[in-house]
């Protein structure tokens, strides 16, 4: 409880911080198809493909770049800049929190996403169709679990 209380202060001061500068150079917005950073909103990481199928948090770098595309429904792909053709999906493995990792695009695994937050402010990703919770950080670990709580940053790159 603490800490959502903590993490909920250290939001607010980014929102005031960030506040003004969002008015004087809009973003361009997370709606719009191209290429971003999930940036975690509280250690300032990015989500990054791991070497093997699973992702993680790394520091932001064009290695962790994802290309983000309207499915026309309301939902998104996530895709990986370097491996167009992998998506960001729910892992079938059975274990909590649900793991996320790279699977084939429109394959078995559950790929599409809904973005839900202001353009450039902390937002919240869940995964469409999913009752396993909103994508989170879990220390090094990005997984499923969250509680909707807006925590990731979409932040275009180009």
Known sequence: MRTRFLLSLVTSAFLAAVGPLALAAPPAGATD???YYL???RSMRCVAPDDGPLVRLDTCSDGTWWVL???GDGTVRLSAAHAPERCLAQA???VLPRAVWLDRCGGDSPDRWRLDGPDGLPSTLTLAGSAAGSLTARGEVVALGGDGFPEWIVQRVA
Do not use: F, S, T, Y
């Open 69 to 71: 595309a309207h499915q």
């Open 33 to 35: 198809d191209g290429v």
């Open 39 to 41: 940036r975690d909103a």
């Open 92 to 94: 079938p493995l059975l």
